[in-house]
């Protein structure tokens, strides 16, 4: 997995070469890998991404577990960039379940990281989400990718609307396979799209991102259904069964063909920003 800030850089501007038209970016401590918020470190990799690449800069404001509001939004709060994620509320998201597969842990935080997770709660409030619109977006003019988990999720995304603290056109990221989520199946990614389709109506469009070796079929799905679709390192590790991704390029080289096979067109970073209304290139900080 990209670790080092060059790491980061390479693989990102690897996949925008293969096609993407946004990364979305966390950061790790380059000593050993830890998640990382430190605006300091998004510096070091941020830069050469846009040097050498047009492609959507997507900041994180998830973050890593345990990381407070402040923690989670200071990269985006730095950098001002174009698309921030905003995750749609809180939940369980269970890690802890890999910690007892058999393999070689390089780190000694690795381990007792994915246990935490077995009592840990991942805290998207309503007042979390005012905090982060207010500050990335009214002030800012960041836009968001809108991480659902679940189907309450939506109906949180049609509450801010409603209120006006997020504006038309929403994009609506799908998020299925997650523990403590809604799983990875195709009828609950039809009930995710019908659900929305009926409470936010023409005011949004749609991606899918989903854990595992769901990723390709159900962002396949999506791509028929009208969406668009998200592919990665951060999801799944794997190309098919048994076939490790050696790079996020690869990931992003693969769906290519299978949406080339559908005769369905990649947008370009700049297609991209006209859909989602971003702000532009210009008024990033980076």
């Known amino acids: 997995l990209p670790l080092t800030p060059a790491e980061i850089a390479e693989s990102a501007i690897g996949a925008a070469k293969a096609g993407a038209a946004i990364v979305h970016l966390h950061a790790r401590d380059p000593k050993d890998g830890r998640p990382s918020s430190d605006p300091a470190v998004y510096k070091l990799f941020l830069p050469e991404i846009r040097k050498k690449s047009d492609v959507i800069i997507n900041i994180t ?20 960039p174009e698309l921030c994620s905003l995750n749609m509320g809180s939940m369980n998201f269970g890690l802890y379940q890999m910690a007892a597969k058999k393999r070689t842990w390089k780190y000694d935080w690795e381990v007792p990281h994915l246990e935490k997770s077995r009592d840990a709660i991942f805290r998207n409030t309503f007042g979390d989400v005012e905090v982060i619109t207010n500050r990335l977006g009214t002030e800012r003019g960041a836009r968001f990718e809108f991480e659902c988990y679940d189907i309450g999720h939506i109906y949180s ?43 936010l109506g023409d005011a949004y ?14 962002v396949t799905l999506a791509a028929i259904l009208g969406g668009h679709v998200r592919v990665g390192l951060e999801d799944n590790l794997f190309l098919g069964k048994g076939k490790l991704a050696k790079s996020n390029a690869e990931t992003v080289t693969q769906i290519r063909e299978i949406l080339n096979l559908l005769s369905l067109d990649v947008a370009t970073p700049d297609e991209a920003r006209a859909m989602l209304a971003l702000k532009g290139r210009a008024l990033v900080k980076i």
């Open 157 to 199: 995304l049609a509450h801010f609307l409603e209120r006006g603290l997020v504006k038309a056109p929403l994009f609506v990221q799908f998020v299925l396979g997650i523990h403590g989520g809604i799983a990875a199946e195709p009828e609950h990614l039809m009930h995710m799209k019908s659900t929305a389709d009926r409470v």
């Open 61 to 80: 404001t998830g973050g890593g577990q345990g990381m407070s509001i402040e923690d989670r939004t200071a990269a985006a709060m730095t950098f001002e």
């Open 205 to 218: 469009t749609f991606s899918v991102a989903a854990a595992g070796r769901a990723q390709y079929p159900l």
